[in-house]
């Protein structure tokens, strides 16, 4: 089993409506998990960071994660053109610091 | 600006050829970090550094070598022992020590083998 797995995609929406990425990890002791967003081409930015049970909002953007299931998702409400990337999933093993990173879901958001 | 600069953005190289990519901060961070990226696959550790003058491998560091002289600065060289060296690499930093959170990332080095 992959430590971080991910649904490679592609998930197409349309514009205005919710999109759904999925995360899911090994480690069960992990602490920390990120969600970061990479445009074709570009390098990775950090749009979501989550350490708690529950969810994280952050204007468009909710952060989920469920410990006891191993599982971390992102909610994009009001998907834009610009949603458009791929969203890659990050999480620090709790054995060693290691930053493991999904190999990520491509996004496409169709006005 | 704070940021992470990384050069070259493109890069050809012959094979046989040794090349040097360069990362230079400027956000006062401890630990820098290399991965490289492949279509379809997650970012990969090829080396990272918390302190000056010291440096770990990483998941895939047979080829490369790097260095720590300056707080600052964390080159990679990609050496002809690098058997599939195309990829994009990116450079990243993190406050503090390995593990304490989020990554920081150059806008990556695209080199291409001819």
């Known amino acids: 089993q992959k430590e971080v797995e991910q649904n490679s995609g592609p998930l197409s929406v349309p514009e205005g409506a919710i999109a759904s990425l999925n995360c899911t990890y090994s480690?069960?002791?992990?602490?920390?998990f990120f969600w970061y967003r990479q445009y074709s081409g570009k390098s990775p930015e950090l749009i979501m960071s989550?350490?708690?049970?529950g969810d994280k909002e952050d204007g468009r953007f909710t952060a989920q994660l469920n410990k006891a299931s191993q599982y971390v998702s992102l909610l994009i409400r009001d998907s834009q053109p610009s949603d458009s990337a791929t969203y890659l999933c990050?999480?620090?093993?709790?054995?060693?610091?290691?930053?493991?990173f999904g190999a990520g879901t491509r996004l496409t958001v169709k006005p | 600006d704070g940021g992470i600069t990384q050069s070259p953005k493109y890069l050809f190289r012959k094979e046989g050829q040794n090349v040097t990519l360069s990362c230079e901060q400027n956000?006062?961070?401890?630990?820098m970090y290399w991965y490289r990226q492949d279509p379809g696959q997650g970012l990969r550790l090829i080396y990272y550094?918390?302190?000056?003058?010291?440096?770990q491998k990483g998941d895939i560091a047979e080829g490369y070598s790097v260095s720590r002289e300056k707080k600052e600065s964390f080159p990679l060289t990609v050496t002809s022992a690098q058997k599939n060296p195309t990829a994009f690499y990116l450079c990243?930093?993190?406050?503090?020590?390995?593990?304490?959170?989020?990554?920081?990332f150059g806008e990556g080095s695209r080199l291409t083998v001819l």
């Open positions: 990243a930093s993190s406050m503090g020590d390995r593990g304490a959170g989020e990554l920081f």
């Open positions: 480690d069960r002791v992990s602490q920390s």
């Open positions: 989550i350490y708690s049970n």
């Open positions: 990050a999480v620090i093993l709790y054995n060693n610091n290691d930053m493991r």
């Open positions: 956000l006062n961070h401890d630990a």
């Open positions: 550094s918390q302190i000056v003058n010291d440096f």
